[in-house]
């Protein structure tokens, strides 16, 4: 029925009383509904539903036709030519049929939590309000004024709301790793390290007919039509690689609609351009002053390793993305399952999670029992500097309750020291060889000691003024500081919240802290706040209760056997080993120092708590910080890990004596921030782990995840690294991209990371890579590439620019 165009309503629902009332009153019941009749309704009613096409020229067709045709048949037939068969597991189409009342709900929801985060991002304060009214609960009424005042990209507006437009982009078409059976834009294929926005059939299909398009003489773009000659033979390669380029969308660090680099688009433009029809004062420096963004780094593509077709050499199998596309059912989350399983054979490569949307026409979804942070805008908001905000938990029937407001976020500039300058709210900086950022009126820096600018040499000395003395103290906070001074100074813990020795060599668990009738177990965390009373150590376990199967905090015995929650490995009458998944290639035969400066007792235990290992041994040096130089360092005593890959030069994380092939983040929090996020949830304090697990979900690539610990400096420091047996370059390439989107997401505080509760304190992320062979060869493609950039073409690139000079 859905599947033939040419079947009236009335036909339809005749079909479906005929065949299937007798079978099933359920299915016809709900087929009725299906295809009620709309003729009462307004076709703009259902323009939320345009916000689920998969393409954007299917959006803009559907937005376009919603608002200008009345004829509902009419509407249709125009939408099926630009989306495809009105099939109903089609996202808009099943979002048409199930959406055909006229009326909005009857109690105010939630339109897109997930987008309201972009309108803090607008630069006036007509498309703030605008903005914050759609997608709050205003849909209906304003969403018309909203997508003609501020989001036509025709309109001088559209660079003034860059910032807010970028970010709804994001939102509607995140980023995601790799690009493969592309038919038209076959040059496309075979980038498993390139994250594109819209890589799929659909982009593919839009591609191939704006070329026909554009063979008609005109480029019809956004910002302006560009008479063009034959482009069938001025550049046609370079031609469909624009084509493709603006419907798959690689991602890059400065987003724009048409992000050409300078110099190509004054080459193609000046080569194939109808000067003859060309508007009186156009010049093609004056279309690429529009179309192009500038040569510093991140900004712009370059299409040069686009036009020639990529040999499919890469083995494809090193770097797999199982979440992409979404294998799981419409209202659950996808995850990487990088656990050992018991039996491989049969061990499914992602997990499906129920979960929540971020308001009812969000694209986005949060897994079950995550907590959210939500604005709450009011009018005229744009010029007040405290915004509040209410956090929700995705519960049990698979929409956000339970929502509380939170104290506002203040966004009061700084005043920097005596100097009086002033830095907005947001804005990030150096002071001296620190990074910094303004937050709330609070300047919160990294701690790096600064060489002298008189001696011009590198420092040798410990962060905050401290001696090379070991002497181990742990914090109430669950952190193992390598002295006393450190933990002081450093970390800004007092005297009579350091206990000697590490963290790890305490039993919490020996005075019996839970009583009869549970089981102590040791639980070691690190909280990122030190005004949080309780960081605890250990868990209570019931003896009496029913396990809870579905209840995810995995442990591993001594045997190898893993178990979801340590309920059920104490009802099996288990003995723990350590916290986590049971890891597979690593050793349990001695103990193993962290990076995080905690002795662990095996290597398997260390991976499983998300540290990646030092040295072997029990920690027993200070090693090197921003700037250390090596012999400073009392390492020159211990065996370090073996590198993998062999041909990496890796990084040393700040206080590690031993390097590891890993794209090292270094992020800024707030801790005020982590004290009300803190208080804003029932499920205890922001932990390190916790933010480290959040981070892992948000990788796509299976070969690689999220290591880390707080640093002495008190930033969080991560590792992304390959975990596979033998890491290849090409995965070790994957896990750098991985980490610059990561730095991208926090950098521009996107709401794809910053609207999870947990990850709202981060506030500033730098980023340091190990070197590679492929990282050698990616700077040969000069300033005009972008860090997400493929270098795995090098060679091609080299060829088309040498032939792009010559032509």
């Not at 090193?318 to 491989?344: G, L, Q």
């Not at 990294?446 to 090379?468: I, Q």
């Not at 090596?630 to 206080?655: F, M």
């Amino acid at each position: 029925m859905f599947a033939m165009e040419s079947m009236t309503r009335q036909e339809q629902r005749q079909t479906l009383r005929g065949q299937c009332h007798s079978t099933s009153r359920t299915i016809m019941q709900c087929l009725q509904n299906k295809v009620k009749s709309p003729r009462d309704s307004n076709p703009i009613d259902s323009l939320p539903c345009c916000s689920v096409a998969s393409n954007e020229e299917c959006r803009k067709t559907c937005v376009k036709t919603l608002m200008t045709m009345k004829n509902n048949e009419q509407i249709v037939a125009e939408l099926i030519k630009t989306c495809g068969p009105a099939l109903p597991y089609v996202p808009i189409w099943g979002c048409f049929l199930s959406n055909n009342s006229p009326d909005p709900p009857v109690e105010p929801k939630i339109m897109d939590g997930s987008r309201l985060h972009c309108c803090s991002k607008a630069a006036t304060e007509r498309c703030m309000n605008l903005c914050s009214k759609t997608f709050n609960t205003e849909w209906y009424s304003t969403w018309r004024d909203f997508n003609s005042r501020c989001q036509d990209l025709s309109l001088p507006v559209s660079m003034t709301e860059a910032a807010m437009l970028n970010c709804l982009d994001e939102v509607e078409e995140p980023c995601k790793l790799g690009c493969s059976g592309l038919k038209f834009c076959k040059s496309f294929n075979f980038r498993p390290t390139q994250p594109f926005r819209s890589c799929n059939a659909q982009a593919d299909s839009a591609a191939e007919k704006e070329i026909i398009e554009w063979e008609k003489g005109n480029l019809r773009l956004p910002q302006m039509i560009i008479p063009v000659k034959d482009i069938r033979e001025c550049e046609p390669e370079i031609w469909k690689a624009i084509a493709c380029a603006l419907h798959t969308k690689p991602c890059h660090k400065k987003p724009s609609h048409l992000p050409l680099c300078r110099n190509e688009c004054m080459y193609i433009l000046n080569k194939c351009v109808d000067h003859s029809r060309l508007q009186k004062g156009q010049t093609v420096q004056h279309l690429c002053n529009k179309l192009s963004a500038d040569e510093t780094p991140g900004s712009c593509i370059s299409l040069m390793p686009y036009i020639t077709d990529p040999a499919p050499k890469i083995n494809l199998q090193e770097v797999t993305t199982p979440c992409n596309p979404n294998p799981c059912p419409e209202e659950e989350t996808c995850w990487v399952n990088r656990r050992k399983c018991r039996h491989p054979e049969s061990c499914s490569p992602f997990v499906c999670h129920k979960a929540c949307r971020m308001g009812d026409i969000s694209s986005v979804l949060v897994p079950r029992h995550s907590y959210v942070r939500i604005p709450l805008y009011a009018e005229g908001q744009a010029n007040v500097r405290c915004f509040e905000h209410q956090v929700c938990v995705c519960g049990q029937q698979n929409f956000l309750h339970r929502c509380k407001t939170i104290p506002c976020f203040r966004r009061e500039s700084c005043v920097l020291g005596q100097t009086s300058v002033i830095k907005e709210h947001g804005s990030q900086f150096k002071l001296d060889c620190n990074h910094c950022i303004c937050n709330e009126g609070e300047v919160i820096c990294t701690k790096h000691k600064c060489p002298s600018s008189e001696t011009n040499v590198r420092w040798r000395d410990l962060p905050c003024e401290c001696s090379r003395d070991y002497q181990p103290r742990c914090g109430h906070n669950g952190k193992t500081y390598p002295n006393p001074c450190l933990a002081e100074r450093c970390g800004r813990l007092k005297k009579n919240e350091l206990r000697e020795g590490s963290c790890y060599s305490f039993d919490d668990c020996q005075d019996n802290p839970c009583g009869d009738s549970y089981r102590c177990l040791p639980k070691r965390q690190v909280c990122l706040s030190i005004n949080y009373e309780n960081c605890p150590q250990y868990e209570c376990v019931p003896l009496h209760e029913k396990c809870d199967h579905h209840f995810h905090d995995p442990v591993c015995d001594i045997t190898g056997q893993e178990y979801s929650n340590p309920c059920l490995l104490l009802h099996h009458k288990r003995t723990l080993d350590y916290r986590g998944h049971c890891q597979s290639d690593c050793s349990t035969s001695e103990p193993v120092c962290g990076h995080n400066g905690e002795t662990y007792p095996h290597e398997c235990a260390a991976l499983a708590a998300r540290t990646t290992v030092d040295y072997y041994g029990e920690c027993r040096v200070i090693g090197q910080y921003m700037g250390n130089v090596s012999k400073t360092a009392d390492c020159s005593n211990v065996r370090c890990v073996l590198v993998k890959p062999a041909n990496c030069r890796p990084i040393i994380p700040p206080g590690g004596c031993c390097p590891v092939c890993a794209a090292e983040l270094r992020m800024l929090y707030s801790v005020n921030m982590v004290d009300v996020m803190t208080t804003s949830r029932p499920s205890g304090p922001i932990t390190v782990s916790s933010i480290l697990d959040v981070l892992s979900q948000q990788l796509m690539v299976r070969e690689c995840d999220v290591f880390g610990y707080l640093n002495v400096e008190t930033d969080l420091v991560v590792l992304v690294k390959p975990v596979t047996a033998s890491p290849t370059l090409l995965q070790l390439e994957a896990c750098i991209k991985e980490t610059e989107r990561i730095e991208y997401l926090i950098q521009n505080d996107s709401p794809l990371l910053k609207s999870h509760v947990t990850m709202t304190p981060l506030l500033l992320a730098t980023l340091r890579t190990p070197g590679t062979a492929l990282s050698r060869a990616g700077a040969l493609s000069g300033g005009a590439g972008a860090p997400y950039q493929s270098v795995l073409l090098t060679a091609l690139l080299v060829i088309a620019l040498v032939r792009l000079t010559f032509s």
